[in-house]
């Protein structure tokens, strides 16, 4: 037994088979709750471990239905704290409502900042996240923050599978560091393609800027959502003369006619991680070209050295 009593891990709805993975890999087992509904739809949760006094981590990811999780993750930390934890870590794999982090034209609100005041308000003492689609989220928190990565998991994956002849493709100016940072790791060119966002769900792959013909393609991103964004850029580098095609992105969100997309796209495999898990639907669709890879190994080292008072940032050197 590596621990006492003293650390508890709690899973909302969202994420159960990440955090079983989590408790299987730090050998504890998953906190009790249940989680009911009133008649007029209301969430219940009740804790059913003794938390009085213990280092209670809640992991929950803010995917679809968002409103939904973000709820429930609300009330365990409320409950958390009631029930008098000493310290409480909200463990958010994938943060819902990110993208909107800034007023970029009138009367639009900054939703990951609201977002973040919830999640203090509502108890959390501290959060662990993961690809915050951009770094400086974590300021809109005023506890501390550690903020992992899943480059770490999907670099491995990609190094393990030898591509030669390869450029890494940053699908949108955005992730060009990004990009730049998966070419350093893995060693290969970099490229840049320039898009035009028309709507939430459509996009268009206007201009490469570096080599693709004849090269192997890795396309990072740290959100797949509707697809369009990978699969235009996809489309782009295929004409251009592209070999393979690989896309590696953190975040599997897979909104809309995201499926349809890739099924279609010009592109060999995906790539995701566990931080949002495929639902049934998703499976029923087909994910033939779809690879999971977990992080709960990840997730699970932070945790354990969140608990221990030890440093987190130096677990990047262990992957
Ligand atoms: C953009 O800033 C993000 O990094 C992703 O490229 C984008 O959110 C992906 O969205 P979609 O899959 O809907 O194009």
């Known amino acids: 037994m590596l621990f006492n009593d003293n650390l508890k891990i709690f899973s909302g709805s969202s994420n159960a088979s990440l955090a079983s993975a989590v408790c299987s890999y730090l050998e504890i087992p998953l906190g009790g709750s249940k989680i009911d509904r009133f008649p007029d739809g209301e969430k219940a ?45 909200a463990v958010i794999p994938y943060f819902g409502y990110a993208r909107q982090d800034r007023k970029d034209e009138g009367r639009v609100p900054i939703t990951a900042k609201l977002v973040a005041n919830l999640i203090t308000t509502a108890g959390a003492d501290r959060v662990l996240a993961i690809d915050l689609h951009a770094a400086q989220l974590q300021g809109f928190f005023d506890i501390p923050v550690d903020h992992l990565t899943g480059e770490l998991v999907l670099s491995k994956y990609f190094r393990d599978k030898k591509i030669g002849n390869l450029t890494v493709v ?99 495999e995906v790539a995701v991680t566990d931080t949002i898990p495929l639902t049934d639907e998703t499976k029923a669709k087909g994910t033939l070209n779809i690879k999971v890879l977990t992080v709960s190994v990840m997730l ?15 677990l990047f050197n262990h992957f």
């Open 300 to 314: 699970g080292e932070a945790i354990k050295r969140i608990h221990r008072d030890q440093s987190v940032s130096s």
């Open 170 to 268: 940053s699908p949108d100016v955005g992730n060009m560091k990004l990009a730049s940072r998966y070419a350093s790791r893995l060693g290969g060119e970099l490229a840049i393609v320039h898009k035009k966002r028309k709507s939430g769900r459509e996009v268009e792959a206007q201009e490469i800027i570096g080599e693709v013909k004849g090269r192997n393609i890795l396309m990072c991103d740290d959100i797949i959502a509707t697809a369009g964004t990978v699969c235009s850029a996809a489309k782009l580098v295929k004409e251009r003369g592209a070999g393979k095609i690989y896309v590696g992105a953190t975040h599997g969100v897979l909104a809309g006619e995201a499926l349809e997309r890739i099924a279609e796209a010009p592109i060999d």
């Open 45 to 89: 949760i009740r804790v059913e471990d003794d938390v009085r006094g213990r280092d209670c981590f809640v992991i929950q990811s803010t995917c679809i239905p968002v409103d939904e999780h973000l709820m429930e993750l609300l009330i365990y930390l409320d409950c958390l704290r009631r029930a008098s934890a000493r310290r409480i870590t």
